[in-house]
């Protein structure tokens, strides 16, 4: 006899398994500092610790798509755990740089498991305007596991707790998403109505697509190089750095709760455009101010960076349909993966700055902020280039509307 479907438990299994992502990110942004002290790391070497979380995220993304359809979300969410229990552990007992790296990849490998395997899932779960919303209520848990995991790391590191001992807190909502699956029956894939992946690469070989590629490179960069490098960017600015992360994680958990009417109101790419505006002015904000001033920055910057990701991959889905889920799939796992070649660099515009500033005599917190302050500054470039991105996507799609419109008359 075959078991019942349990829904509610699978949807909050998928939810947890999120908050884990969540908690993989913004915990390991705050013990990025100690971890280079413990290990004498260099801020580039950092980089490319942090490029591992995003390069396994695409690869196993990438890969648990394909596969779907043949092996389930059951199979992809056993290795999403066996990834994340092996990665946690092996970060803890890590003995240097060579094996910080792999355990970070593992990590990442487990993130891009859940993603692979939980949106479709849930899509599988359920139909029409509640599909909908039972996905936008599952991305909340992504920046929202952010918040919690900032606020987690900033209590454990006030009081003097180990960074082993915050990596080991990553375990918990691994375990009880282990223990939501567990003995539980998944639904079945839906490969009816799919087109082929032939028809989806083809459609992805479209000069829109191709566009739409190259946006979502830069908005991944511009949501997620700030926040990996909070500890360090602006450790000395007199604000927080982790109370900052909470703040725009927290933040952007809500509006992405309420996007639907924002995206009626304004159109994707009158959201991507505004995006990129509000995204430019709060990383300049960051760069200049010190203080409680940073906090408004972080609102301005959050609002700038809220949407990206979800409508990026809407976009894809209503402007490119023939590439299908797979469609959806590469855009995200591109938009890791560019964030994972960048973790190096801003890792060695850090380094660099440094370097500069201590031949000009500053030191300590000094030193410290205007290593900080000037790497923000190249960021901007990132949302700077967007601005311009989204003006032509624009002009294009209105001007392919009005072709269309010209046809059907």
């Known amino acids: 006899m075959n078991k019942t ?35 004498g790391l260099s801020a580039e070497q950092l980089g490319f610790i942090n490029s591992m979380w995003f390069l396994g995220f695409p690869l196993s ?75 936008n209520r599952f991305h909340m848990w992504f920046p929202g596991g952010i918040f919690l995991g900032a606020l987690i790391s900033k209590f454990m590191t006030d009081f003097n ?24 029956a998944f639904p079945k894939p839906k490969v009816e109505g799919a087109t082929s992946i032939a028809s989806n690469f083809k459609a992805m070989l479209s000069p829109l697509y191709i566009f739409l590629i190259v946006c979502m490179a830069l908005t991944a960069i511009t949501e997620f190089g700030p926040g990996q490098w909070i500890e360090i960017i602006l450790g000395s600015s007199g604000a927080d750095p982790m109370l900052i992360l909470a703040l725009t994680a927290g933040l952007v958990a809500v509006l992405r709760f309420f996007a639907g009417p924002v995206v009626a109101k304004l159109g994707q790419t009158g959201v991507l455009l505004g995006g990129a505006i509000f995204a430019a002015i709060g990383i300049y904000m960051f760069s200049v101010i010190t203080g409680p001033m940073a906090y408004v920055a972080a609102i301005v910057y959050a609002i700038g960076y809220a949407y990206f990701w979800p409508v990026m991959v809407g976009a894809v889905a209503q402007r490119v349909p023939l590439s299908s889920a797979l469609g959806m799939s590469i855009i995200g796992a591109v938009g890791m993966f560019s964030t994972a070649i960048f973790q190096p660099i801003i890792g060695s515009w850090i380094d660099g700055s440094i370097t500069d500033y201590k031949s000009q005599g500053l030191t300590e917190t000094e030193l410290e902020l205007a290593a ?38």
């Open 5 to 39: 479907l349990n829904k509610n438990a699978l949807f909050w299994g998928s939810c947890f398994a999120l908050i884990t992502t969540g908690f993989t990110f913004s915990i390991r942004a705050g013990i990025l500092p100690q971890l280079g002290a413990e290990f």
């Open 61 to 135: 993304m990438v890969i648990g798509g394909l596969v779907y359809h043949i092996v389930g979300p059951k199979t992809i969410m056993t290795v999403a755990f066996i990834a994340h229990t092996l990665g946690i552990i092996l970060t803890i007992y890590a003995g240097g740089y060579t094996a910080l790296l792999i355990s970070t990849l593992l990590i990442g490998i487990g993130n891009g498991c859940t993603e692979a395997a939980c949106n479709p899932m849930i899509a599988d779960m359920y139909s029409g305007v509640k599909m909908n919303k039972m996905l």
């Open 161 to 184: 707790f180990s960074w082993e001992a915050q990596m080991w807190f990553i375990m918990i909502p691994a375990i009880i998403y282990a223990f939501l699956f567990f003995g539980k």
């Open 372 to 409: 900080g302050q000037e790497t923000l500054e190249k960021m901007i470039s990132f949302p700077a280039i967007l601005i311009v991105l989204f003006i032509i996507l624009f002009i294009w799609q209105k001007n392919s509307k009005r072709t269309k419109e010209m046809v059907a008359e």
